[in-house]
């Protein structure tokens, strides 16, 4: 009877174990992983080498729902954006846009592999004026000005600017049906440094951010360009890093 105790609470542990381990990833390799936020929302995370940082993981974000689906900023290369792509045709989804929220590689560094596979990219016209200036090799295909909607699987999707911080540029993700925000490099992960400032307002950064969380009061899922997601915590964080 111990004997038969004893395996039944060592398959509830391995049960709950590979359960958490599923629902944690959707996929994973050495240069991509998929991280399941809701049912229509996902995470993607690649690695970029950096002089400053080292290897650095950088977020996107996936928005699936009926048979179509969208990408806020390409995976850091080809090869892992390759590997993003043919993870969303396996779940039976069609993407029909990726939206660009700044000119910096960790945005962009796989736009390639998106254009060779027909899919459409749009970015801020300043994005692309921007990524052109800095010699990026591939650019965004189609410019907006502040603000862009989408229409995925019948859901309003929208791309829309606030203001100066990370870069001049930055804009960010919003799906109202979610209440998820990708923030992209705007947003600070809880206890990040600031980060790069290369390119950064930081007299404005408190002030943009201010603006979304004014905007945008029910916000539940928040994903920003590097380091964990949370909730309006990340917005509070952010707010107080720069505040001046």
């Known amino acids: 009877m111990r004997e038969v105790f004893l395996s039944l609470i060592i398959s509830i542990v391995f049960f709950n174990c590979t359960s958490n381990k599923l629902t944690t990833y959707s996929y994973e390799s050495e240069t991509l992983?998929?991280?399941?936020?809701?049912?229509?929302?996902?995470?993607?995370?690649?690695?970029?080498?950096t002089d400053d940082f080292g290897k650095v993981a950088c977020n996107g974000m996936v928005y699936l729902n009926g048979n179509e689906a969208i990408?806020?900023?390409?995976?850091?290369d080809n090869k892992s954006s390759i590997e993003l792509m043919n993870w969303i045709e396996r779940q039976g989804k069609e993407i029909k846009a990726v939206v660009i929220t700044h000119f910096h590689v960790d945005c962009l560094g796989g736009l390639k592999a998106f254009h060779n596979k027909n899919v459409k990219s749009y970015a801020t016209n300043q994005?692309?004026?921007l990524a052109k200036e800095n010699n990026k090799e591939v650019l965004p295909e189609s410019g907006f000005e502040t603000e862009m909607a989408f229409k995925i699987g019948k859901k309003n999707i929208y791309a829309k600017f606030y203001g100066e911080g990370h870069t001049k540029d930055n804009i960010v993700g919003y799906?109202?049906?979610?209440?998820?925000?990708?923030?992209g490099c705007l947003i600070k992960s809880l206890n990040a440094s600031k980060g790069y400032l290369g390119d950064a307002n930081e007299s404005e950064w408190s002030n943009t951010v201010s603006k979304i969380k004014k905007e945008l009061p029910n916000l539940e899922i928040i994903i920003p360009g590097h380091g964990k997601n949370g909730g309006e915590a990340l917005l509070d964080y952010t707010i107080?890093?720069?505040k001046k």
Request: hydrophobic share 40%.
């Open 127 to 129: 994005t692309i004026q």
């Open 175 to 183: 799906i109202p049906e979610e209440n998820a925000l990708f923030g």
């Open 33 to 49: 992983k998929v991280k399941s936020l809701s049912k229509h929302i996902f995470m993607h995370i690649s690695y970029l080498d």
């Open 71 to 76: 990408v806020f900023d390409t995976p850091t």
């Open 240 to 242: 107080q890093l720069f």
